[in-house]
Antibody
Framework: EVQLVESGGGLVQPGGSLRLSCGAS????????MIWVRQSPGRGLELLSN????????YYVDSVKGRFTISRDNAKNSLYLQMNSLRAEDTAVYYC?????????WGQGTLVTVSS | DVVMTQSPLSLPVTLGQPASISCRSS???????????LNWFQQRPGQSPRRLIY???IRGSGVPDRFSGSGSGTDFTLKISRVEAEDVGVYYC?????????FGQGTKVEIK
């Protein structure tokens, strides 16, 4: 069974940083593109970034480019999202998603709240 | 960015009756490789999204055959042949042809 478990969310002040992690199991992690998607009442669902199986290609949506960094460790079956210079509008539930002809399996999400 | 517009935004349905959701894109979703990367997702209350359909009409693993997808170019439809109580939730379309990939605003399906 495919499982994706996010962690690392929480409350952070504007301008602060947070690192999200996602542990994957039930499939060969190193064979799949992976995605981070967030969901908020104001912005809906937003696909933020994806990363190639070997980590050699990464893509970002403009709203997070230069502030967020996606990475992976295939030896640890883990996906990461380093988030810097956080803003109030980054408040959302963040999902780790396996990409297979589009977002296929989703984790349960981790809540990030940016507030002073 | 490609804008995905869903209608209706709210869909009250009777159990056992069909339901249909429309999704229109601001640009053609035909990729240079010939595929059309149009997905449909279901999000039940309190749960993460679940993929129902990919590449317009291919049902995901374990998805009941009462869900079907159709369309081409810029105009797509998700149909539920006979609505069941477990189908309550919000449905989203998403295009994966152009970067950034973008979602529709969602259609809330509820039982009358």
């Amino acid at each position: 069974e495919v499982q994706l478990v996010e962690s690392g969310g929480g409350l952070v002040q504007p301008g602060g940083s947070l690192r999200l992690s996602c542990g994957a199991s039930g499939f060969t992690f190193s064979r799949f593109w992976m995605i981070w998607v967030r969901q908020s009442p104001g912005r809906g669902l937003e696909l933020l970034s994806n990363i190639k199986p070997d980590g050699s290609e990464k893509y970002y949506v403009d709203s997070v480019k230069g502030r967020f960094t996606i990475s992976r460790d295939n030896a640890k079956n883990s996906l990461y999202l380093q988030m810097n210079s956080l803003r109030a509008e980054d408040t959302a539930v963040y999902y780790c998603v396996r990409d297979n002809w589009g977002p296929e399996y989703w984790g349960q999400g981790t809540l990030v709240t940016v507030s002073s | 960015d490609v804008v995905m517009t869903q209608s209706p935004l709210s869909l009250p349905v009777t159990l056992g009756q069909p339901a249909s959701i429309s999704c229109r894109s601001s640009h053609s979703l035909v990729h240079s490789d010939g595929n059309t990367y149009l997905n449909w997702f279901q999000q039940r209350p309190g749960q993460s999204p679940r993929r129902l359909i990919y590449k317009i009409s291919i049902r995901g693993s374990g998805v009941p055959d009462r869900f079907s997808g159709s369309g081409s170019g810029t105009d797509f439809t998700l149909k539920i042949s006979r609505v069941e109580a477990e189908d309550v939730g919000v449905y989203y379309c998403m295009q994966g042809t152009h970067w950034p990939r973008t979602f529709g605003q969602g259609t809330k399906v509820e039982i009358k």
